[in-house]
């Protein structure tokens, strides 16, 4: 099992950047694939980007970077040339993976996720 607990969010102009973490408790972490997800007021939860156990990565947005780093339990997302439309509560999710190439670009198959971090882009 794992907990995971975002941070990083805030509120940030138009135009600038925020790196959001999300910390996973346990020793097992290199053990799962890990992605992000948003959901902005009266929308649905929407996904941002995934990372396999091995490093390999996608992202809905060229703006937004996903990294990993296994020796601190963290997963990381990089977000830069914020634009208002980014407003959303990010949550990082985790989903126990076979195979260290795969990752997940759906909500369903992760079995884990933080209480959410927000993001405020103002214009």
């Known amino acids: 099992q794992v907990q995971l607990v975002e941070s990083g969010g805030g509120l940030v102009q138009a135009g600038g950047s925020l790196r959001l973490s999300c910390a996973a408790s346990?020793?097992?972490?290199?053990?799962?694939?890990m992605g992000w997800f948003r959901q902005a007021p009266g929308k649905e939860r929407e996904f941002v980007a995934a990372?396999?156990?091995?490093g390999v990565s996608t992202s809905v947005k060229g703006r937004f970077t996903i990294s990993r780093d296994n020796a601190k339990n963290t997963v990381y997302l990089q977000m830069n040339n914020l634009e208002p439309e980014d407003t959303a509560v990010y949550y990082c999710?985790?989903?126990?993976?076979?195979?260290?190439?795969?990752?997940?670009?759906?909500?369903?198959?992760?079995?884990?996720w933080g209480q959410g971090t927000q993001v405020t882009v103002s214009s």
């Open positions: 999710a985790a989903r126990a993976a076979l195979y260290e190439g795969s990752y997940y670009s759906s909500s369903g198959p992760y079995g884990y």
């Open positions: 346990g020793r097992t972490f290199s053990s799962y694939a």
């Open positions: 990372i396999s156990r091995s």
